[in-house]
C-alpha cells in the first residue's frame, strides 16, 4: 500500500484588508494600537525639542544641552531594566507600569516646565527619561503579551498593526513637535512660553496614553524564571 503524507491544502487564505479590519473589530487590539499611537507620538514630539530648550531657555551651550540628552537617554535606560527587572523577576503588571511611566513622564514635563528653575535640570531630565524608560519596556511586553490574545493566527496581523502605529508615530512626532512650537512661538511671541505650552499639550498626550492603558485588559503575567522560584524558595 502506499501513503501520501503530504498535509491536507489548506483553505483559501483571507486578504489581507479583511484580516486587519478582523483585528481592528477586537476591542484589545484597537485601544492597544491607539494606545501606542498616543505614546509613541508625545514621546517623538518631545524628543527634538529637549536640547534646544535647555539652550533657548536656560542659556545652556550646545555641549551641556547634549550632555542633558544623555542623562535623560541614561534615565531611559534605567527605566526600561527597572521595567523588565519587575516584569520578569518579581512578576509586577506591565499594564500598571505602562500606566505609571506614561503618568510619570507627563509629571516630569510639568515639572520642567513649572519648576526648572527650582530644581536642577539633571534632575528632571533623569526623571523624564525613567518615566520613558518604564512605559517604553513595559509597552513592549504588554505588546507580546497580547498579541495571542483574540482569535487565533492573527498573532502576525495584530503585531503589524501595533508596529504601524508605532512608526507612523515616531515617524511623525518630530515634524509635529516642531511645528506646534513654531506656531507657539509665532503666537506668543516668547520662547519660554511657546516651549510651555508645547510640552503642557505633550503632558497631556501622556496622560491621555495612561487612560488608554487603563483601559486595556490586564495580560496574563508570565511564570517568573527558574532563578526567581528558587530564591523565593519554591
Known amino acids: 500500500a502506499r501513503f501520501d503524507?503530504?498535509?491536507?491544502?489548506?483553505g483559501?487564505?483571507?486578504?489581507?484588508?479583511?484580516?486587519?479590519?478582523?483585528v481592528w473589530r477586537?476591542?484589545?487590539?484597537?485601544?492597544?494600537?491607539?494606545?501606542?499611537?498616543?505614546?509613541?507620538?508625545?514621546?517623538s514630539a518631545q524628543d527634538l525639542l529637549l536640547e534646544p530648550f535647555a539652550g533657548e531657555v536656560f542659556g545652556r551651550t550646545i555641549g551641556q544641552s547634549t550632555q542633558l540628552a544623555g542623562i535623560q537617554n541614561g534615565g531611559t535606560l534605567l527605566g526600561m531594566i527597572a521595567s523588565a527587572v519587575a516584569g520578569s523577576v518579581f512578576r509586577a503588571s506591565m499594564r500598571a507600569w505602562t500606566i505609571g511611566?506614561?503618568?510619570?513622564?507627563?509629571?516630569?514635563?510639568?515639572?520642567?516646565?513649572?519648576?526648572?528653575?527650582?530644581?536642577?535640570?539633571e534632575v528632571t531630565y533623569l526623571a523624564l527619561g525613567l518615566g520613558n524608560g518604564a512605559f517604553a519596556a513595559a509597552a513592549i511586553a504588554s505588546m507580546m503579551l497580547l498579541a495571542g490574545q483574540g482569535r487565533t493566527r492573527r498573532e502576525g496581523t495584530r503585531m503589524g498593526l501595533w508596529g504601524?502605529?508605532?512608526?507612523?508615530?515616531?515617524?511623525?512626532?518630530?515634524?509635529?513637535?516642531?511645528?506646534?512650537?513654531d506656531l507657539s512661538r509665532m503666537a506668543l511671541g516668547d520662547a519660554a512660553s511657546a516651549y510651555a505650552l508645547v510640552f503642557a499639550l505633550i503632558a497631556l498626550m501622556f496622560a491621555a496614553a495612561a487612560w488608554l492603558g487603563?483601559?486595556?485588559?490586564a495580560a496574563p503575567v508570565p511564570p517568573a524564571p527558574a532563578f526567581a522560584r528558587h530564591a523565593a524558595g519554591d
Not at 477586537?26 to 514621546?43: G, K, P, Q, W
Not at 516630569?108 to 528653575?117: C, M, N, P, T
Open 5 to 10: 503524507a503530504r498535509p491536507e491544502p489548506e
Open 12 to 22: 483559501p487564505k483571507q486578504p489581507f484588508a479583511a484580516a486587519l479590519a478582523e
Open 26 to 43: 477586537e476591542r484589545e487590539a484597537r485601544v492597544f494600537a491607539i494606545f501606542v499611537f498616543v505614546s509613541m507620538l508625545a514621546y
Open 101 to 121: 511611566g506614561c503618568l510619570f513622564s507627563a509629571a516630569a514635563l510639568l515639572v520642567l516646565i513649572g519648576a526648572g528653575h527650582a530644581l536642577p535640570l
Open 164 to 181: 504601524a502605529a508605532q512608526a507612523i508615530a515616531f515617524g511623525s512626532g518630530g515634524v509635529v513637535g516642531t511645528a506646534a512650537l
Open 214 to 217: 487603563a483601559r486595556i485588559s
